[in-house]
Structures are given as C-alpha cells and as structure tokens.
Nanobody
Framework: QVQLVESGGGLVQPGGSLRLSCAASGLTFVLYTMTWYRQAPGKERELVAT????????NYANSVKGRFTISRDNGKNTVYLQMNSLKPEDTAVYYC???????????WGQGTQVTVSS
C-alpha cells in the first residue's frame, strides 16, 4: 500500500544540477520525516539531507551543505532534493526514506541513479 517513487536521476557533467523528486502514497505524509540517503559503489549508505513533517526543519551532511537543498510539498505528498554544483563524488544511488507514524513506521524508495561525469 505504501509507496515511495523517486524520479529525476540521470547523467550530468561536473558543476551541473539535478532535481530529484520522491512522491509518497498510502501514508499521512505530514506526519513523516523525509530523508534522502545515497550509496556509492564500495561505500556505506550515508545520510544526505532530512526534513521534518510539521515545521520543515532541515539538516544536511557536511559534504553537500551549501550545494543541495531539501524541500517538501505536503499538498503534493512529495519531497525534493535540488542538487547544484555537482561533483563526481556525488555519484551514487539516491534513496528516499520516510519515518513516522505510531509504530514508528519506516519506508524506503527503490532508488534512483545519479552519475556525475565528463
């Protein structure tokens, strides 16, 4: 029933930009903290950015601070990740994550590939 569907990944040159989207369904979106994670080949999964459901407070990994912006549209049940000044080190599979509810509950998207290369 619950689905997180990502889009917007692709191939981009260093210094370029991409905007990732994650559309959620089957949950009360405003009750969930939304987070973008990423995993590069041979590396552990790392937190990129997170945003709370009620007040919209944000936090970022130091490696992306000043370059990436996370936002959400509760009316569209969608979270975004605007990625600017992309570097080859940003190449990874990016995953959308939702945490919240009564249990709490946790859900993951399928991931979308971002490749930064000349």
């Amino acid at each position: 029933q619950v689905q997180l569907v990502e889009s917007g990944g692709g191939l981009v040159q260093p210094g370029g930009s991409l905007r990732l989207s994650c559309a959620a369904s089957g949950l009360t979106f405003v009750l969930y903290t939304m987070t973008w994670y990423r995993q590069a080949p041979g590396k552990e999964r790392e937190l990129v950015a997170t945003i709370t459901g009620t007040d919209g407070s944000t936090n970022y990994a130091n490696s992306v601070k000043g370059r990436f912006t996370i936002s959400r549209d509760n009316g569209k049940n969608t979270v975004y990740l605007q990625m600017n000044s992309l570097k080859p080190e940003d190449t990874a599979v990016y995953y959308c994550n939702a945490v919240g509810g009564w249990a709490p509950r946790e859900f993951w998207g399928q991931g979308t590939q971002v490749t930064v290369s000349s």
